[in-house]
């Protein structure tokens, strides 16, 4: 065998130790990567339904309801503000939630934002509109939407390192796709319960029909809280504990030790993120002013989520072979190159045309969304994990696709209906993307247990 075999070999089987003494047969209770994935997978499913039910709604539901004194367009703008809003807290999230995962464990957290996530849906859908009383409506929904945003703030960072703490290198990748599909999954199951419900007479749809989807939250949360709590803490996070070696502030920590990794994860997920939210929550209010028919526009993103259901996975998959970098990279240059084109083909008003259109354009945002939970796991030691990803994820967030929709309709007014400002304005986050990646260094081969107690940064991102 091999020098370098045998060593990867022994990188494998501490692995595989370190699950059987933290959380696995040791414990009385096996933990598989299976029941790991399918851990993070459903929770991260639940989380993102609720959290995409608000975008659906917000274009579709919210301007008539909570903002009926305004005119449609304004309406709009004034639903997708309140939808905007819930961004500024996902950074409160990561950092609230960063700081108590990196202290007392991913598993935690996990549970306290499904129960955040869920219960906040859930008044949403026992909200009362304007017309039942007035003013104070907009104002719960606000508050109701900034749950969401905390939660979802602290979410993704934790079960990303569920999967991928866990993982061998080689496969953190692949397994790491799978809460990106999570995210997709969680769209796609939001757009059919809304679609099916859309169905119904307006009259019986903005009375009650709304309102079920988020209703159905409930049942969700106690068929995640059921899986999650099932998982024992990640082997790589349970080794720091045992060695009492967290960070006493991994945020300040992450600023100090970190700055340069984190203001490459914010620059290099804002054009994916905007990206994201122009397509799935944007594109129904452009395909409404461009008279393009509700369902057609849901039926195009719901294919869209399913199409990136498979990529996230597979292009993660990928860059366990190439690279981080260059399946990241390649995503983010096809995805510029499309934009114009996914609008020209949406406004030749063809279903055909227009499903294409927004299937293709998710091929690129793929490639890079797949590839991020790896990307951000490898950027940042294990005792600042939870807060350095959570956080360059989430800022990016704010910055790209919470003002995403409300951009894009602002500028749609602007023009006058025409799209080359929208799609002038997702280029030029991509290339903020593209420059980030190119900045960045490969990861992938990084073994990221590589800590010994008392290092204040790993050799995996160290930064001079």
């Known amino acids: 065998m091999k020098l370098g075999d045998a060593?990867?070999?022994?990188?494998?089987?501490?692995?595989?130790?370190?699950?059987?003494?933290?959380?696995?047969?040791?414990?009385?209770?096996?933990?598989?990567?299976?029941?790991?994935?399918?851990?993070?997978?459903?929770?991260?499913?639940?989380e993102w339904y609720d959290f995409f039910?608000?975008?659906?709604?917000?274009?579709?539901?919210?301007?008539?309801?909570?903002?009926?004194?305004?005119?449609?367009?304004?309406?709009?703008?004034?639903a997708f503000a309140t939808y905007a809003v819930g961004f500024f807290f996902r950074p409160v999230g990561a950092i609230v939630c960063g700081h108590f995962g990196d202290k007392i464990g991913r598993k935690s957290m996990l549970v306290f934002t499904l129960l955040v996530m869920g219960g906040s849906s859930a008044l949403i859908g026992l909200l009362p509109t304007y017309e039942s009383i007035g003013v104070l409506a907009p104002i719960l929904l606000i508050a109701l939407r900034c749950l969401q945003g905390f939660a979802a703030g602290g979410e993704w960072g934790g079960a990303v390192l569920l999967t991928t703490e866990?993982?061998?290198?080689?496969?953190?990748?692949?397994?790491?796709?799978?809460?990106a599909m999570g995210v997709a999954l969680g769209l796609l199951l939001s757009n059919v319960v809304f679609i099916t419900f859309s169905s119904l007479p307006d009259e019986q749809f903005f009375s009650w029909g709304w309102r079920v989807p988020f209703l159905l939250s409930i049942i969700l949360i106690g068929v995640g809280l059921y899986i999650r709590l099932r998982i024992l803490e990640t082997p790589v996070f349970a080794e720091v504990q045992e060695t009492d070696s967290e960070a006493r502030m991994p945020i300040v920590d992450v600023i100090r030790n970190h700055p340069k990794n984190l203001l490459l994860a914010m620059g290099m997920f804002i054009g994916v993120n905007a990206g994201l939210y122009i397509v799935y929550t944007f594109m129904l209010t452009y395909g409404a002013e461009v008279g393009i028919s509700r369902g057609v526009m849901l039926t195009g993103v719901l294919i869209a989520s399913i199409v990136e259901c498979f990529g996230d996975p597979g292009f993660a998959a990928l860059s366990d072979r190439v690279g981080r970098r260059t399946v990241y990279l390649a995503g983010a240059i096809f995805t510029a190159l499309f934009v114009f084109p996914m609008f020209w083909l949406v406004n030749t008003g063809v279903p055909i045309l227009i499903y294409l259109a927004l299937a293709v354009v998710l091929i690129g945002l793929s490639a890079q969304y797949g590839t991020t939970a790896a990307f951000f796991t490898e950027l940042f030691s294990t005792r600042v994990r939870y807060s350095g990803a959570s956080l360059g994820y989430q800022m990016a967030a704010v910055l790209g696709g919470g003002f995403a929709p409300l951009i894009g309709t602002a500028l749609l007014a602007w023009s006058g209906g025409e799209a080359w400002p929208i799609a002038t304005y997702m280029i030029a986050l991509t290339i903020i993307t593209i420059v980030s990646v190119y900045l960045s260094t490969e990861t992938f081969q990084k073994d990221i247990s590589e800590e010994r107690p008392g290092e204040g940064v790993s050799g995996v991102a160290r930064e001079a």
């Open 53 to 78: 039910l608000y975008a659906t709604a917000a274009a579709l539901v919210f301007n008539q309801l909570f903002f009926p004194t305004f005119e449609p367009l304004a309406g709009t703008l004034a």
């Open 7 to 46: 060593k990867e070999t022994n990188r494998e089987e501490g692995i595989v130790e370190r699950i059987e003494r933290f959380g696995g047969q040791g414990a009385g209770r096996p933990t598989s990567m299976r029941t790991v994935v399918l851990a993070s997978l459903t929770g991260t499913a639940i």
């Open 166 to 179: 866990y993982a061998p290198r080689g496969r953190r990748g692949l397994y790491g796709g799978f809460v």
